[in-house]
């Protein structure tokens, strides 16, 4: 079987979201797959994020063509020149022309949930809209990577729900518990963080995330027993980010919150692990990574209730409303103050991050792969399990 994975999303410096989502799932496809060949590709040059095995290959090409007609000439092209049996997108936009099966992974649908009706979100919301409408009605599946995300689709479009399969995310290995928390007065050093208690958040600085309510929450410490904590805010700047910055900056804020910027993995795997706690204020998230990673390093989450974080975290996170801020203040101040709360939610998250690994979610790709090719061919098959 030919597969072509689209990874014109990838190239990007500090990839994020959905860029990282790919490259986990495409690293553990090449370590799990030997049998399929596998062919990446891309407008421009990308250098790999991983050591090719044999039965994968990346090529790069048109790289002067806009986007959609990229995805509309370039790739059926290529795909009929190496009889491509199956095209994989890392989103709901297909190319709609070629005969190969055809299956996209939608990530979130945050414009369902924002009723945005005028301005740049009703324009963004309209685009989202009709590119799901597309794929859902030329796709051969929709991956949705949570069971809310599949919930909004059907909503939407019940007539293609039949389409639409859930397979969660994993979490990379690198995330783990630190035996022996070494370098922690080094790394604080590096990125100009105090060596006092810390909160914690990743992820990038857009309204999405709910940063302000995250800050007004934190502000509220100065007056109580936990004045002493720290806030490092991890990831790059997203729209409205310069504004969570100048908020950062307050005269009551000043030399008490720390922006970093983009961190790698290396780096975050200890930031994780040193910090008392990590917050993911999110309005909406299709999935959320950061809640997951954070557990599996073996720290206390305290997450918001938006989107599909609750399906992810399960009982292992303390849950708060996103659009209630004095709920999150009570929450932080709770957690930071009871610590056999924290080291329940040690446990809970621990044993919660067990439950995905990307080998899991890339042996359901597989299952599912399989499963289109052998309908095609009148071989009767099945996914065995969303991971």
């Known amino acids: 079987m030919r597969i072509m994975v689209d990874i014109s999303i990838q190239g990007t410096e500090y990839p ?11 690293a553990a496809l090449a370590r799990l797959d030997q049998e399929n060949e596998y062919l990446l590709v891309s407008k421009r040059h990308t250098k790999t994020w991983f050591d090719l095995p044999p039965n994968f290959q990346h090529i790069s090409i048109g790289e002067t063509w806009p986007s959609y007609m990229w995805r509309e000439w370039v790739l059926p092209s290529a795909m009929a020149k190496w009889r491509i049996d199956l095209i994989h997108s890392p989103v709901s936009a297909i190319p709609l022309r070629g005969d190969a099966k055809k299956i996209a992974t939608e990530h979130d649908l ?8 005028t301005g740049s979100g009703a324009t963004v919301a309209r685009g989202h809209r009709s590119r799901l409408f597309l794929g859902i009605h030329m796709a051969s599946k929709i991956v949705a990577v949570s069971n809310k995300t599949r919930d909004d689709i059907v909503s939407l479009y019940p007539d293609g729900g039949d389409r639409v ?13 630190l035996a022996i928390p070494s370098a922690r007065a080094l790394l604080l050093h590096r990125y100009g963080i105090p060596d006092r208690p810390y909160v914690f958040f990743v992820g990038t600085r857009r309204r999405k995330k709910n940063l302000c309510a995250l800050l007004d929450a934190f502000m ?6 936990c004045r002493d904590h720290q806030l490092v805010l991890a990831g790059i700047r997203g729209a409205g980010g310069r504004e969570i910055e100048d908020a950062a900056r307050s005269p009551e804020l000043r030399g008490a919150v720390h922006v970093l910027g983009y961190v790698a993995d290396d780096d975050l795997v200890c930031l994780y692990n040193h910090a008392k706690v990590v917050v993911y204020p999110s309005l909406f998230e299709g999935f959320g990574l950061p809640p997951l990673e954070a557990m599996a390093c073996g720290t206390p989450v305290l997450a918001s209730s938006g989107g599909a974080i609750p399906e992810v975290v399960g009982d292992a996170a303390l849950l708060f409303s996103p659009d209630r801020p004095k709920e999150l203040a009570d929450a932080l101040k709770r957690i930071l103050r009871d610590p056999e709360l924290r080291c329940d939610l040690r ?20 299952e599912l792969y399989r499963e289109l090719i052998d309908r095609a061919s009148g071989v009767p098959s099945g996914v065995g399990g969303s991971g």
């Open 16 to 26: 994020t979201g959905v860029n990282r989502v790919q490259r986990s799932l495409l």
């Open 110 to 117: 945050p414009w369902v949930e924002s009723n945005a009706t």
């Open 165 to 177: 399969v859930v397979i969660h995310n994993g979490i990379d290995a690198c995330f783990r518990p």
């Open 220 to 225: 509220s410490l100065s007056d109580s027993d």
């Open 347 to 366: 446990r809970r998250g621990l044993r919660r991050a067990q439950l995905f690994s990307w080998e899991r979610s890339a042996g359901s790709y597989m």
